[in-house]
């Protein structure tokens, strides 16, 4: 069974947008209830048996009480099998009592402008040098030839790179006009906070100021990498030239602000502890009271390979060994005021992908099209996945498949 086609969806974009204007507010108003009541929803929870370690969460949830960082950090600490399989179970119906039982996915095509890079973060397996011959620096015409190459529709591109004195403002403003000159319904995310910044330095703007003028050329989103671990003693092991915390949750913040949504990622099992995780997840937490403007929480697995950081890894081993599913449970339980937690089929694999979607995932990603920065990372042969395939594994979860993009329109 197919989801909901693309014509279809954009028509019902379309149809949308003629009356954004006028319903605009009440629409934001509307969101801002809905996402400040999500927490309070728990009617109709499975009550755990008071023997269980989740038996205290019930009663806080069941009390419209949130949890605290300590009980998110008892949950991850969880060991006992049984007592896992509980958590994630229990997540399970807190998705569903949430937001249901609908998966997302979208037709997403990634470009990459260049791989070449000022930086030479540990962990990175996509960066090059220049001069090195595996390097590449596209123009907005090249980029915007690869879209028109494309037979498959698609309802998003995604768009990241190097940070390289090439690719400056006015690069990307040109190549969003151009996409939005092609195909207005093309959604655009583009661009991590770690990139912003860089192009406020590189063109000497205020980074508002990129943003205005990006959003202005057809920017829609913001995608979530480059949060890697909130904790600036993990993000100074990991790459110290880049931004702290406080600096890459201001600049989300800003775009919410500016009414561009964004996701946000938490890279896992590199050096991170649990109390390291549970410190992102409540600055995550925190910000989203305050704008609203997260649209996806995307948990990430390090790849290993092809980097100095996995070397290392390899022969001193990670900070933690707390399940994937853990992870996902307890963000979904724990992130109260999110609606959507995504789970990235190609970088943790099709089965773990669908595992998570028992556990309070209700977004396997996109097809992925032209994804490279995982490729590089890994020895493993890229797989190809198209809507209908997504939709297809979607329904046989049981679920029901709805084609979308990052705004989840």
Sequence with gaps: M????????????????KHVTKQSTVLQNLERIVHQSVHQMTTCLPQPPKTSPLYSIFEKLDAQERLSSEDALHLLLLTNKEDQRTLWNFADQVRKQRVGDTVYYSSTLYLYPTNFCD????????????????????????????????????????????????????YYSDLFTKIKEYDPQIHIKALTAIEYAYLSDLDNLSIRDVLLTLKDAGLDSIPGGGAEILVDKIRNF????????S?????????????????ITMLCYHKEGPEDLVTHMVKVRDLQDETQGFKNFILLKFAQENN???????????????????????????????????????????????????????????????????QMASSKEPIKMDAEGMAALITQQGRTPCLTNSSHV
């Design 247 to 263: 600096d890459f949750l201001n600049i989300h913040k800003m775009a919410h602000q500016l009414g561009i949504h964004s996701n």
């Design 119 to 170: 930086f030479s973060c540990k962990f990175c397996s996509f960066y090059a040098k220049p001069g090195d011959p595996k390097g590449w620096l596209y123009s907005p015409d090249d980029l915007l030839q690869q879209i028109q190459n494309i037979k498959t529709p698609i309802t998003e591109v995604h768009i990241v790179g190097g940070c390289f004195p090439s690719c400056n403002l006015q």
């Design 308 to 374: 100095v950081l996995g070397k290392r890894l390899r022969k001193s081993g990670q900070g933690h060994a707390i399940p994937l599913k853990s992870l996902m449970a307890v963000a979904r339980i724990f992130l109260d005021n999110f609606s959507n937690m995504k789970a990235l089929w190609n970088y943790l694999g099709i089965e773990a992908a669908l595992d998570l979607l028992s556990c309070g995932a209700n977004d396997l990603s996109s097809t992925h099209m032209g994804e490279k920065v995982f």
């Design 2 to 17: 197919a989801g909901p086609s693309l014509k279809g969806v954009k028509n019902q974009i379309a149809a949308k947008k």
């Design 238 to 245: 990991l790459a110290p030239k880049r931004l702290s915390s």
